[in-house]
């Protein structure tokens, strides 16, 4: 079994930046694992925000290009989302992926 387990949510003005992280436990191949960030946002459905490889190679959806950075730290089991220049329509529900498994959410509110 897999747990993940995002922190790092919160309330912030626009133009703002949080850093969101998301720690994995249970059995698992960290460094071998992809992970992904995606995000909800109410009365939508969820949508994909950024991906990051084993190979470290990475990927992001164009809503978030140039402002969201997604990195990741094997020794600690830990995938990070950098989120700068932030915006009210970036208020979501932002959710931790490990293929197959999903964390239980950390709020983001970009509000004034």
């Known amino acids: 079994q897999v747990q993940l387990a995002e922190s790092g949510g919160g309330l912030v003005q626009p133009g703002g930046s949080l850093r969101l992280s998301c720690v994995a436990s249970?059995?698992?191949?960290?460094?071998?694992?992809?992970l992904a960030w995606y995000r909800q946002a109410p009365g939508k459905e969820r949508e994909f925000v950024a991906h990051?490889?084993?190979?470290?190679?990475?990927d992001y959806a164009d809503s978030v290009k140039g402002r969201f950075t997604i990195s990741r730290d094997n020794a600690k089991n830990t995938v990070y989302l950098q989120m700068n220049s932030l915006t009210p329509e970036d208020t979501a529900v932002y959710y931790c992926?490990?293929?197959?498994?999903w964390g239980q959410g950390t709020q983001v509110t970009v509000s004034s």
């Open positions: 992926n490990l293929p197959g498994y």
């Open positions: 249970g059995s698992i191949f960290f460094s071998a694992s992809a």
């Open positions: 990051i490889s084993s190979i470290y190679y990475t």
